[in-house]
């Protein structure tokens, strides 16, 4: 549990952990898509990936624009 805790206290460690569940949201949706009846669970997912998309998008400008101030 130590390591995890170093391990997200670190920016790299978020982005990673981030990019990882965006990169298994857009997996599972994937593999969800051609089942019948797992729509909500497809739409849920694709949400999900969205807004860590755009979490990291704005986490990476609010560094840039930080160190370029």
């Known amino acids: 549990m130590d390591a995890f805790i170093r391990f997200t206290n670190q920016t790299q460690g978020r982005d990673r952990l981030f990019r990882a569940t965006q990169y298994t949201c857009m997996l599972l949706r994937y593999l969800l ?37």
Request: aromatic share 8%.
């Open 33 to 69: 898509e051609p089942k019948a009846g797992k729509e909500k669970v497809v739409m849920k997912l694709k949400k999900l990936e969205s807004s860590v998309s755009t979490g990291r998008k704005y986490k990476i400008d609010l560094c840039l624009n930080v160190f370029w101030e």
